[in-house]
């Protein structure tokens, strides 16, 4: 058995949230090439794992267990807009991450050089540097691309608001023809 998977962490702060969904609202009505995240898909990515094992899974948890030992409780301050790869030829829109990176950073840190040194082979081997943010759409075309670069000048310092850190999540991804569904598989206090 396998399951395709990721770690994540989730905007607590409802204020934000509301605040993100209705930017990503605005993006929605004007009339882009876009599919949107659903409203409970909306999180940053700590980790994304692939398609991994049992074994591995049991593993990852034991990798979660650790993250408290050397990372409290912080806020992040969720603020901007962009694209990957870039804002002239998007594939993915999303929403910035100012304050908090830094302990972002040090628990993928810890969790890439825990699935080294556990050899957790079956986990996705990421060719990015990680760049913490928030997916709010996947661009399926270039139509009306300039309708979004006037989006991104109007948006792209658009402060959302913070959220504190508390949980740190284990995620299953299962994706439909309608877009992926995501089950908290298991979860840890910060």
């Known amino acids: 058995m396998s399951m395709r998977a990721f770690i994540a962490i989730e905007i607590e702060n409802r204020d934000t ?3 993100i969904i209705k930017i990503r609202n605005t ?4 009339g882009l090439d876009i599919k949107p ?3 409970e898909n909306i999180h940053i990515t700590i980790r994304f794992l692939g398609e991994v094992s049992n074994n591995t899974v049991e593993e990852i948890k034991k990798i979660l267990l650790s993250i408290p030992t050397f990372v409290k409780s912080f806020p992040v301050t969720i603020k901007g807009i962009g694209a990957f790869p870039n804002v002239m030829h998007p594939r993915v829109i999303w929403v910035g991450i100012t304050d908090g990176v830094d302990k972002l950073s ?3 840190n810890f969790i890439d050089k825990e699935i080294v040194k556990m050899k957790l082979n079956d986990v996705y081997k990421d060719q990015h540097e990680f ?5 709010i759409a996947r661009v399926k075309s270039l139509r009306n691309m300039e309708k979004f670069r006037k989006f991104y000048s109007e948006y792209q310092d658009y402060l959302f608001g913070t959220s504190p850190v508390t949980l740190i999540k284990l995620k299953q991804s299962v994706l439909t023809p309608q877009g992926p569904i995501y089950k908290d598989i298991f979860y840890i206090k910060i």
Not at 27 to 30: G, M
Not at 131 to 135: A, E, K, V
Request: charged share 30%; aromatic share 0%; glycine share 0%.
């Open 17 to 19: 949230l509301i605040n």
């Open 27 to 30: 993006l929605k009505d004007l």
């Open 37 to 39: 995240v659903e409203d």
């Open 106 to 108: 040090s628990i993928r």
């Open 131 to 135: 760049s913490p943010h928030i997916t």
